[in-house]
């Protein structure tokens, strides 16, 4: 499909599903979108392995409360890109004689994306790249504005696997800038921005949006991939544990279309905040030792594991604000955290976004 242009540029930094939703948005009324991310693929936290044993090592599953959202996700599943996960849930509290397990948990629907729980957004950015640019393993270190308050952004192209740098690159010309990212990485990069291009720093570090983003507070988690030489003795697809260091415990490959015996664990935030620094491996022994305690028995023979330290795991004290939308100096800020702390937020804030930026420029015309 041909989109007639309207000549208003937007850089928008992150391919996170709040990033692509909002990339979208605008695309479909004629904004010419260049999308910026680090990653080898778009996702962000709605991760999966891409090689082989595949995991869902971000986000386990999807929900929707909100009406349209709950439409756009019949859109996904009719375009065969999420389906159900009818596993069997339950809920442990460990105790000091041991887990209790507690069968009965609320019915809700829960979705997953097939194959991997990412493939419904890697499919989403492949649509968007009909009609707007996205760059991967691109790394924004810097953003500028220019005597007209054009944004530049400046980076390193990288190798995400190792974080070498391969060259670097400059994007002008923008006259929107967001960003997708969490809060203590956009703070990190308004912090770093060079003031030579128009004192944006200044600018934005006294803007209420800011004060906002500052405010905001994102928990860690370990998430541990293992997979297993036969089934343990849980006989459970989906677990949340309370009073332990995990967290959730997931049959990976019980979510359709999937094989074999594949666990994900993932730590709490309390004992990922006190362990963030530990080695990998101690985290790993850590907590395949307690899923060994929550399955009552010697785990079967471990074929594969590998753990992954995300940083910045959920929003701990959302804003329920949508989209942050700062017109004087023409950025925006959009993801999960702006409304919630799941993928139906970051969805929606994405929605938010690209509104408040088509609000905007129909002011200015
Ligand atoms: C372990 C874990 C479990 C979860 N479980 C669930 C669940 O079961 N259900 C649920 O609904 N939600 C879950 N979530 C939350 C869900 O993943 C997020 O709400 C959602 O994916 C957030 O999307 P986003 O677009 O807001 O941000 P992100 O996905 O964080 O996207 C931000 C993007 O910015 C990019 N970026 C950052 N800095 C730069 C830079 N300097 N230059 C270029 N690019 C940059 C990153 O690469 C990333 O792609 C979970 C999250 C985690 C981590």
Known sequence: MEYAKNGIKVVIVGAGLSGIVCAQALADKGFEVTVVDKGRQAGGRLASRERQPSFDYGAQYLTASDSSFKDVVANWSAQGL?????????????????????????HKERYVGVPKMNSFVVALAAELTKSATLLSQHRVISLQTNSSNCFSVLGEKIEPANETVTETFILTGFDYAVLNMPPPQIVALISAIDTAGGA?????????????????????????????????????????????????????????????????????????????????SDVTAALLAEFAVLNRQVLPVVLFAKCHRWRYALPQNPLALGALFDSANKIGYCGDWCQGNNIEAAYLSGRHMAEAIVGDSALAG
């Open 200 to 280: 944006l720093t200044g600018r934005l570090v006294t803007s209420e949006s800011f004060d906002l983003i500052k405010q905001v507070e994102l928990s860690p988690c370990f998430a541990l991939i293992v997979q297993l030489a036969s089934a343990p003795a849980l006989e459970y697809d989906g677990i949340k544990v309370a009073n332990s260091p995990l967290a959730w415990v997931a049959r990976d490959s019980s979510k359709p279309q999937r094989a074999g015996e594949n666990w994900v664990l993932h730590a709490s935030p309390q004992w990922s905040n006190s362990h963030i620094e530990d080695s990998l």
């Open 82 to 106: 999420v389906l159900p996960w009818n596993g069997r849930f339950a809920q442990a509290e460990k105790a000091r004689a041991g887990f209790s397990l507690v069968r009965s948990v609320p």
